[in-house]
DNA sequence: AAAATGACTGATG
DNA sequence: GCATCAGCCATTT
């Protein structure tokens, strides 16, 4: 296969992220081998074609809290897909510790294509 | 080329 | 827990 473009290769862990559990946009720039790169992981999401059905909602910021700014369409937009999982959320606010994805480092490498 | 812009982060008070 | 701040980095002015 040609090598993953950054896009990709930062839609392909957000793809793996499942369904119940939420991962901060460094972790994602982390996991997708671009460390330091947290606000390119949300450019990304933005320009993510919508036929992939990206779980962009289950990408939050490190304090477990949405990004977007209360009351605007997204905000809550992003609050519904994340409640109609199990996800609870307060005031934008998700607890790390309960919906946190930790996945195991061992399968996860063996599962990347990069 | 320089400055501004963000769906960001970690440290600090 | 919340607000600031400086640092960060690709992209756009």
Request: aromatic content about 8%; hydrophobic content about 35%.
């Given at each position: 296969m040609n090598p993953l473009s950054p896009k990709q290769k930062i839609w392909f862990i957000v793809n793996m992220i499942p369904e119940g559990n939420v991962l901060a946009y460094g972790k994602v720039a982390d996991l997708a081998?671009?460390?330091?790169?947290a606000r390119y992981v949300s450019r990304a999401l933005q320009e993510a074609?919508?036929?992939?059905?990206?779980?962009?909602?289950r990408v939050i910021n490190s304090q477990g809290k949405i990004s977007f700014k209360l009351n605007t369409i997204n905000f809550q937009n992003q609050q519904e897909r994340l409640r109609s999982e199990g996800i609870e959320v307060n005031k934008g606010k998700i607890s790390l510790s309960k919906f946190e994805w930790k996945p195991d480092m061992a399968t996860l490498v063996l599962s990347l294509p990069f």
């Open positions: 081998g671009l460390p330091g790169r074609p919508p036929h992939l059905n990206l779980a962009w909602h």
